[in-house]
């Protein structure tokens, strides 16, 4: 099969970099290792959710097989999703921008590294993704950079909880604001508007974005793109003048395939990625492909993570809806970051045990149970903390030859550790949601342990050298002229916001970019050597 452009994964990356070609008449197919999931199953896959099944759940378990290893694992168990529209399938929807202070750690506070590209470079792909994902909020993030344009969707109001976190943190200082989400406060795009109905991490209603339904079907309807589902990327060919000629897969029958294409543009998520890269590698590239600097697969990163709760005395009213409408980012931004990692604060909708969890913990029967219940449920508050990860060369994805997967290939081993930096963020953390919760008139104030988000940053780190970073800032590879890494993979430092809006706004641009090296090119009329791209 031949193509101009060859995209591998259809999730929030590579379905946008898709569509952004297929609009500009380029021929693309894309290769996506999950099956598609038919809207019609949404409702039966809500039932199996309440039930804690998976039903996003690879149908080849094996290919999801993984090794964590270091002082804090990082487990991926419902922390990514096989299937067009990727993880944002069962993602929270949260969108925000990063702030521009995000991008020059190593400038204004003297470590890591500064990204390659500013805030205000991104900014008019930022207002079209949150176009195109339909972001519900309003101006009132007193930590916002500017922006230039408003929010496509009025926010969502806050609820009861947030009132009375609202009332509690003005005293503090502390200031609330609403939390920009990819979910239908009205209806938009084509999709309905929230209901209510709190199973988000499969929303039966679309009203929550999905790769699939917000960029997946335009593309489609294009006659420009075709997606091979359950065709999973084994490695990518390289021909003799240093270009990638073909991506080899299989189907489930693990008959092997290639596609052909000028332009490879790899959107697996930054694990995937990252050992496609390395499974790549060939006697001429011993340590894979693009690898030159030997950072693919360094500087892993995510969001590391707890939740304070505490009890009130009167009934919270939580569980209403799935997701959370009020947040703080004060301590993401001003805030001394050479020493302690910034954090976001979410205020939660829904915290504590579900009716459900307290009824089988109880060991109560009959009347004694319906009381218990009563009188245990919808009192606990909640606050989530996502905290800054700083990129550290020895949390890496490499390859474990000894666990394999469906296809005999070695699996991803994810070296994941938390250190100070980030330690130091959550204590901060836990004490400013102490202070809140003591405002309030809480007791039994708990702290969970340390997990992360489902957010994986790093492991093809973008830059201006070659000797220290993996891709360019139009995300191509320093390497290989015809290759493109797309996704979270390529972020400097992590920040304390969830990624996938950052993402979504790279994929465009660098979509916007492939498509202008692809005309420029046929411009110059160059048919023997079709994989070449201009440089810029
Ligand atoms: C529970 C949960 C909640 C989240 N909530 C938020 C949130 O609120 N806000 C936010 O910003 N982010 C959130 N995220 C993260 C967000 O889902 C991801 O950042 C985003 O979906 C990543 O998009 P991607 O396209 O880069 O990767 P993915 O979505 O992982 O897509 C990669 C695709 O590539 C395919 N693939 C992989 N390897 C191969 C191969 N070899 N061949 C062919 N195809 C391949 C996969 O099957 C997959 O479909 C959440 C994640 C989880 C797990
Ligand atoms: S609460 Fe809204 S976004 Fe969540 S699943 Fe229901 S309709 Fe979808």
Known sequence: MDAEVCVVGAGAAGGIVALELARRGIKVVVLESGPRHDFGQRREYARRYLKHENPWRTPLPELDRYTPGGPTPYLLDWKRVRGVGGSTLHWEGYTLRLHADDFRLRSLHGIAEDWPLSYQDLEPYYARAEQSLGVAGTPDDPWASPRSTPFPLPPFPYSTSDVRFDSACRPLGI????????????????????????????????????????????????????????????????????????????????????????????????????????LSGSRDLPSGLANRSGLVGKFFMSHPSIEVTGLARDKVHPFRIGFSTAMSRQFAVERDRATRGAFMLEFMNSAGPTPERIAVTSGKWGQALRQHVQDDFGRRLGIRVYCEQLPDRINAVS?????????????????????????????????????????????????????????????????????????????????????????????????????????????????????????????KGDPERPQRLEDG
């Open 175 to 278: 200031a609330l604001h609403h939390l920009p989400q990819a979910r239908n406060s009205v209806a938009y795009g084509g999709r309905a508007p929230c209901q209510a109905c709190s199973t988000c991490h499969v929303c039966p209603t679309g009203a929550k974005a999905s790769i699939d339904l917000t960029h997946v079907p335009e593309a489609e309807a294009t006659g420009n793109v075709r997606i091979i589902t359950e065709a999973t990327v084994l490695k990518l060919e390289v021909d003799s003048s240093g270009g990638v000629s073909a991506a080899r897969y299989a189907r489930p029958d693990k008959v092997e395939q290639r596609v052909t294409a000028r332009v490879f543009v790899v959107a697996a998520g930054a694990i995937e990625t990252a050992r496609l890269l390395l």
């Open 399 to 523: 390859l474990n030859p000894r666990v394999t997967d469906y296809y005999g290939n070695p699996g991803p081993y994810i070296h994941s550790s938390v250190g100070r930096y980030e330690r130091r963020a959550l204590d901060d953390a836990r004490e400013v949601a102490g202070r809140i919760f003591s405002a309030m008139g809480l007791s039994d104030i708990r702290r969970s342990n340390l997990v992360f988000a489902g957010h994986q940053i790093g492991t093809c780190r973008m830059g201006t050298d070659p000797g220290t970073s993996v891709v360019d800032p139009n995300l191509k590879t320093h390497d290989v002229p015809n290759l493109y890494l797309v996704g979270s993979g390529c972020f400097v430092t992590a920040s304390s916001s969830p990624p996938t809006l950052t993402i979504a706004a790279l994929a465009i641009r660098a979509g916007e970019h492939i498509a202008t090296q692809l005309r420029r090119s046929a411009g």
